[in-house]
């Protein structure tokens, strides 16, 4: 199984002493520090989200770097390192899903299906328990159509939580809060 966990700004600055933030240079060496720190803990991926304030309220990559539509900006997001590139299949996200899961095909090898179990928008939400149903649902139909894709959950997953959604056929498992709240990344892990 992986667990990954979630980086964005807002987790950043909630495991660090904000007033001590100042310039950029300044907040790169924290998320620098911090995704150095989950690594060592033991986690195998970093999710990060784009979240740009139009399909949901908040922004977490900062004003400097937003954008609309980032599905457009698949090249760059592998360019700059992503393994894997999930988008939102909602067409107030991703205008045009077909084209841009070609794209993504073109680009990388896609393997994975995100089923978020928040509203997407912010870290620190309770679970959705009617998600774990479709996590299961989901692993039968492609268990029926012969694929094994990651099937990955983001949004309130715990560790009281994770067996559930471990059971239901999950196996990647985004944590936000769960992990960058924690003094002790590894045992969270
Ligand atoms: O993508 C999300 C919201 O848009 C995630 O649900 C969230 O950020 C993950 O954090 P947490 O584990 O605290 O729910």
């Known amino acids: 199984m992986h667990s990954c966990y979630q980086l964005n700004q807002n987790h950043i600055l909630g495991c660090s002493n904000e007033s001590s933030i100042g310039s950029e240079d300044e907040e790169e060496g924290v998320v620098h ?14 999710h990060v989200d784009v979240i ?12 400097l770097v937003m954008m609309v539509e980032p599905d457009q900006r ?3 997001f592998i360019k ?3 393994d894997i590139v999930s988008v ?3 067409q107030s996200s991703t205008i045009h899903l077909h084209r841009t899961v070609n ?8 393997n994975l299906v995100l089923i978020m179990s928040v509203n997407p928008g912010f870290g620190g939400q309770r679970f959705i328990e009617s998600q774990v149903k479709k996590i299961s649902d989901l692993r039968r139909m492609c268990v029926e159509k012969g694929v094994n894709p990651w099937i990955e959950v983001d949004g309130g997953v715990t560790p ?17 809060s ?8 590894a045992e969270k892990l």
Do not use: S
């Open 80 to 82: 700059a390192g992503a």
């Open 178 to 185: 769960a992990v960058f709240g924690a003094k002790d990344y």
């Open 74 to 76: 698949v090249p760059d």
């Open 88 to 90: 939102h299949c909602e």
């Open 160 to 176: 009281k939580n994770a067996y559930k959604v471990i059971e239901a056929g999950a196996n990647a498992l985004v944590a936000g």
């Open 103 to 110: 794209q993504l095909f073109m680009e990388a090898v896609v």
């Open 33 to 46: 520090e911090t995704v150095k720190a989950v690594e060592l803990a033991g986690c195998d991926w970093i």
């Open 52 to 63: 740009d304030g139009r399909f949901v309220p908040n922004i977490t990559l900062g004003p």
